[in-house]
């Protein structure tokens, strides 16, 4: 077959070394080869080229083939070593295959080495060859790892095999978690029948894709985009499933409410239409009932067109609604202090309410101006004031305040609705039954009320939405059942010019200094804005998607976390249990709590978890600097 052969020869007879090459021609060989009796001999011939195989003599005068194998194991330990020898006996041979050579002859009888080489040099392709895939799938891996997006590999039963980086950091499962786990039991908790249609697509057409409802480690809902692929083998048979989930959660949520500013903007459009018709038919019976009170005299009559007059201007009214909802009322607008405003109303309810009801007035020391119409604005005002007195039929505290704000990119990242810019927010929040998250993005939808009928329209809310955002302003609600409800309405503000004076220099934001702060928010668009905002300004930050987690992250950064900022309303874990627990590792730890409700704050006072400072929700980048800066500084 004369077969290319290139073999370095570690012997020192020229004679036993032509019967190595005499065996090797015989068994088809072609042998390009170079004799060496000596180690340094042996390196300098390594260096010059590569080598197929290796023959060594066991026994040299100032070598051996044992330490030859070593200078081999050392510079090429793929190339197949293997050792002949006039008389070696079985202990000997043994050891030299313990350390490291493929076979080993004896030189009466060189029959074998052809075919031993054939074998080694097959063995030695296949592990190249091993080595080489392995190395391709090492190189796969780390470049699925850095991918942005979840990326899993499952067996034909939906059990796991692959689970990379993005993964861990989607599902809050470990690869070693998740690994051998059916992903139908780890990602929906149970069984879930929508899959079987996915399965036979991709068993007939070898690919799926659609949007799924999962549920992560911390038991978050997450709204992925997956995208399944059938993995046959060389054959074409199925071997595996690959999947890439992408998260759409934050997505899914703003297109929510773009859909529902449409819906609104829809209705409202329809409800203006409505109104102009309504108003049409009831103004002729408005006429009418001045003339049919002079016709009929006896008291019957008059009660029924009492009863009529009265139903009339109600329906009146609640057309007035409509189209304050759907146009938002045109008005004369005009530059308006909102201390005044909110003093009248504390005067009417204060009239009205009940006693057991306490009203609380507070005001920012040189609160800015806004522009609007006081009648509008009184009525949405009025409007939170009567929802708040509804919610707390046994009494209770409704506080009334105004500050000014100035909101930054940051806040603005947190809600779709706000611009960077100068505010003035006024809240009214208050101590009652609190509104179900079930039904919280409902309550600004019109004719939408959990009152009894007749006690309410479902107007009431969404008038004075409609009215605040016709000013460029928006609202925000937080509620916690049992707890009550916090409305922060934000009016753009009207901020004079300050006179020319020297030119000076804003206050610099406090900076960190490498500090490191762990984040504990459910939200992760909270999350990771916070985080970017810290790292921006000198923190280095850990971020924690829940209770369970922060506490875990904390107890391996002991030494290293200087403050916790933390939600006060997490699922799984809540804030007054997250901080009990951290508490028990470390009760000097700094801890600042945050939450949309102001009612959270008492809730950590009451739950005997002292914390070092309440952050509001939404914040801005300042608030959150400034707030940290103070509580760092705290002996």
């Given at each position: 077959m004369n077969i290319p052969l290139r073999v370095l020869i570690v012997e020192d007879s020229e004679d036993d070394t032509l019967l190595l090459l005499r065996a090797l021609r015989h068994g088809g060989y072609n042998p390009q080869y170079e004799r060496v009796e000596t180690e340094k001999a042996m390196k300098a011939a390594l260096d010059r080229q590569g080598w197929d195989v290796v023959i060594a003599d066991y026994s040299l005068p100032s070598f051996s083939g044992i330490k030859a194998l070593e200078v081999m194991k050392r510079r090429e330990p793929d190339?197949?070593?293997?050792?002949?020898?006039?008389?070696?006996?079985?202990?000997?041979?043994?050891?030299?295959?313990?350390?490291?050579?493929?076979?080993?002859?004896?030189?009466?009888?060189?029959?074998?080495?052809?075919?031993?080489?054939?074998?080694?040099?097959?063995?030695?392709?296949?592990?190249?060859?091993?080595?080489?895939?392995?190395?391709?799938?090492?190189?796969?891996?780390?470049?699925?790892d850095i991918a942005q997006d979840a990326i899993i590999v499952q067996d034909l039963e939906g059990r796991i095999c692959f689970w990379n980086k993005s993964a861990e950091r989607l599902y809050g499962w470990s690869a070693e978690e998740a690994i051998e786990r059916l992903a139908e039991e780890l990602l929906f908790g149970k069984t879930a029948p929508q899959m079987d249609g996915a399965r036979q697509m991709l068993a007939t057409q070898g690919e799926w894709c659609g949007e799924l409802q999962q549920i992560a480690k911390s038991g978050h809902e997450v709204t992925v985009e997956s995208r399944w692929k059938l993995i046959r083998d060389e054959k074409g048979h199925p071997r595996s499933i690959f999947v890439v989930n992408t998260d759409i959660t934050e997505k899914k949520k703003l297109e929510a409410q773009f859909l529902r500013s449409q819906r609104?903007?829809?209705?409202?459009?329809?409800?203006?239409?409505?109104?102009?018709?309504?108003?049409?038919?009831?103004?002729?019976?408005?006429l009418a009932l001045p003339i049919l009170e002079q016709k009929?005299?006896?008291?019957?009559?008059?009660?029924?067109?009492?009863?009529?007059?009265?139903?009339?201007?109600?329906?009146?009214?609640?057309?007035?609604q409509v189209l304050a909802f759907g146009r938002g009322l045109e008005g004369k607008h005009v530059q308006l202090q909102p201390r005044y405003l909110i003093k009248e109303i504390k005067k009417m309810i204060q009239e009205t309410f009940p006693k057991s009801i306490e009203i609380v007035t507070e005001f920012h020391k040189n609160l800015w101006t806004i522009s609007?119409?006081?009648?509008?604005?009184?009525?949405?005002?009025?409007?939170?004031?009567?929802?708040?007195?509804?919610?707390?039929?046994?009494?209770?505290?409704?506080?009334?305040?105004?500050?000014?704000?100035?909101?930054?990119?940051?806040?603005?990242?947190?809600?779709?609705?706000?611009k960077v810019g100068s505010y003035v927010m006024i809240t009214v929040s208050d101590t009652g039954t609190g509104i179900p998250e079930g039904i919280l993005n409902k309550i600004f939808d019109p004719f939408f009320t959990?009152?009894?009928?007749?006690?309410?329209?479902?107007?009431g809310l969404s008038t004075a939405i409609a009215i605040v955002k016709s000013y460029g302003?928006?609202?925000?609600?937080?509620?916690?059942?049992?707890?009550?409800?916090?409305?922060?309405?934000?009016?753009?503000?009207?901020?004079?010019?300050?006179?020319?004076?020297?030119?000076?220099?804003?206050?610099?934001?406090?900076?960190?200094?490498?500090?490191?702060?762990?984040?504990?928010?459910?939200?992760?668009?909270?999350?990771?804005?916070?985080?970017e905002t810290l790292e921006s300004f000198g923190y280095r930050v850990l971020g924690a998607q829940d209770g369970t987690e922060a506490v875990a992250l904390y107890a391996q950064n002991i030494q290293e976390v200087q403050v916790v900022l933390t939600d006060?309303?997490?699922?799984?874990?809540?804030?007054?249990?997250?901080?009990?627990?951290?508490?028990?590792?470390?009760?000097?730890?700094?801890?600042?709590?945050?939450?949309?409700?102001?009612?959270?704050r008492k809730i950590a006072k009451a739950s005997g978890v002292n914390v070092q400072a309440f952050l509001p929700k939404p914040y801005t980048a300042e608030r959150l600097l400034r707030l940290l800066h103070k509580v760092l500084k705290l002996k």
């Amino acid at each position: 077959m004369n077969i290319p052969l290139r073999v370095l020869i570690v012997e020192d007879s020229e004679d036993d070394t032509l019967l190595l090459l005499r065996a090797l021609r015989h068994g088809g060989y072609n042998p390009q080869y170079e004799r060496v009796e000596t180690e340094k001999a042996m390196k300098a011939a390594l260096d010059r080229q590569g080598w197929d195989v290796v023959i060594a003599d066991y026994s040299l005068p100032s070598f051996s083939g044992i330490k030859a194998l070593e200078v081999m194991k050392r510079r090429e330990p793929d190339v197949p070593f293997i050792i002949v020898s006039g008389a070696i006996g079985e202990d000997l041979a043994v050891g030299a295959m313990k350390a490291g050579a493929q076979d080993y002859l004896m030189k009466d009888n060189l029959t074998r080495l052809a075919p031993a080489i054939g074998r080694e040099l097959a063995e030695a392709e296949m592990r190249r060859s091993r080595e080489k895939a392995q190395e391709q799938i090492r190189q796969q891996a780390a470049l699925l790892d850095i991918a942005q997006d979840a990326i899993i590999v499952q067996d034909l039963e939906g059990r796991i095999c692959f689970w990379n980086k993005s993964a861990e950091r989607l599902y809050g499962w470990s690869a070693e978690e998740a690994i051998e786990r059916l992903a139908e039991e780890l990602l929906f908790g149970k069984t879930a029948p929508q899959m079987d249609g996915a399965r036979q697509m991709l068993a007939t057409q070898g690919e799926w894709c659609g949007e799924l409802q999962q549920i992560a480690k911390s038991g978050h809902e997450v709204t992925v985009e997956s995208r399944w692929k059938l993995i046959r083998d060389e054959k074409g048979h199925p071997r595996s499933i690959f999947v890439v989930n992408t998260d759409i959660t934050e997505k899914k949520k703003l297109e929510a409410q773009f859909l529902r500013s449409q819906r609104l903007e829809s209705i409202g459009t329809l409800a203006s239409g409505i109104a102009h018709d309504l108003n049409n038919v009831l103004t002729p019976v408005l006429l009418a009932l001045p003339i049919l009170e002079q016709k009929l005299s006896d008291d019957s009559g008059k009660r029924i067109l009492d009863m009529v007059e009265t139903s009339v201007r109600r329906g009146a009214d609640i057309v007035k609604q409509v189209l304050a909802f759907g146009r938002g009322l045109e008005g004369k607008h005009v530059q308006l202090q909102p201390r005044y405003l909110i003093k009248e109303i504390k005067k009417m309810i204060q009239e009205t309410f009940p006693k057991s009801i306490e009203i609380v007035t507070e005001f920012h020391k040189n609160l800015w101006t806004i522009s609007g119409d006081a009648t509008q604005l009184e009525q949405v005002l009025l409007n939170l004031c009567v929802n708040a007195r509804d919610a707390m039929p046994n009494g209770g505290l409704l506080k009334i305040s105004a500050e000014n704000v100035v909101l930054d990119e940051n806040y603005v990242r947190m809600n779709i609705d706000a611009k960077v810019g100068s505010y003035v927010m006024i809240t009214v929040s208050d101590t009652g039954t609190g509104i179900p998250e079930g039904i919280l993005n409902k309550i600004f939808d019109p004719f939408f009320t959990t009152k009894e009928v007749g006690k309410g329209t479902g107007l009431g809310l969404s008038t004075a939405i409609a009215i605040v955002k016709s000013y460029g302003g928006f609202v925000n609600v937080y509620s916690e059942v049992g707890e009550g409800t916090c409305f922060k309405i934000y009016f753009p503000a009207i901020v004079k010019p300050e006179p020319k004076k020297k030119a000076t220099k804003l206050p610099k934001l406090p900076t960190g200094n490498g500090e490191l702060i762990l984040v504990v928010d459910d939200e992760v668009s909270i999350r990771e804005i916070t985080q970017e905002t810290l790292e921006s300004f000198g923190y280095r930050v850990l971020g924690a998607q829940d209770g369970t987690e922060a506490v875990a992250l904390y107890a391996q950064n002991i030494q290293e976390v200087q403050v916790v900022l933390t939600d006060m309303r997490m699922p799984y874990m809540d804030g007054v249990a997250t901080i009990r627990a951290l508490r028990k590792i470390n009760p000097k730890l700094k801890i600042i709590t945050t939450s949309g409700l102001t009612a959270s704050r008492k809730i950590a006072k009451a739950s005997g978890v002292n914390v070092q400072a309440f952050l509001p929700k939404p914040y801005t980048a300042e608030r959150l600097l400034r707030l940290l800066h103070k509580v760092l500084k705290l002996k």
